[in-house]
């Protein structure tokens, strides 16, 4: 059963684009893992999106419907087996590894290069809206470090509240004005 503790199952990078390919150990930044690249940097990357993480359990369950997917098919850097993904939404912390401190900020849109690893392209088989709890999700990163395959991962609790207040923006809060203004 799966759970707040796992692992890291596979660590992927690329030069830009889909399939990202296994790394034996990666550097994670507020950019998100050094040695990764993205080829259209409107749609990813950027310190708000600079992971993009999905569960094995999730990749499992798509590849025994027949689609060709597999850890790093469809662009995440971080493959995670053990935690519960209803659980990996936005404003959601997680401990990976020794040092490292993520935050979801987000679902991932799909991708029209991902359209190869589906039955028919169908795409939305990894859509949020289409298929809830089938998402990739992006995250920022609060503190860096080294991360290794095999390495932990905590799904950090916290209210409902808590998540909400971390995902909305800021807001400026003027001061009343006085009755004599």
Known sequence: MTDRHGHIVQLS???GGVPKLPLAKATID???ITADRQADLQAHGGPRRALCLF???????????????APG??????????????RATPGTRLRLGKTV?????????????NAQ???????????QEERPGFSRVYARVLEGG????????????STPAERVERTQ?????????????
């Open 13 to 15: 990078a690329s030069n």
């Open 73 to 86: 098919k469809t662009g995440e850097n971080i493959t995670t087996a053990g935690i519960d993904w209803n």
């Open 55 to 69: 569960a094995l359990e999730r990749i499992q369950a798509l590849a025994a419907e027949g689609h060709s997917i």
């Open 146 to 157: 080294e991360l290794y395959p095999d390495d932990p991962v905590e799904l950090l609790i």
């Open 169 to 181: 923006p800021r807001t400026i809060r003027w001061r009343p004005s006085s009755s004599s203004d």
């Open 117 to 127: 690893w589906f039955i028919g392209g169908n795409i939305n088989s990894i859509n």
């Open 101 to 113: 401190l993520i935050e979801i900020t987000g679902y991932t849109e799909p991708c029209w290069k």
């Open 30 to 32: 507020t950019d998100g």
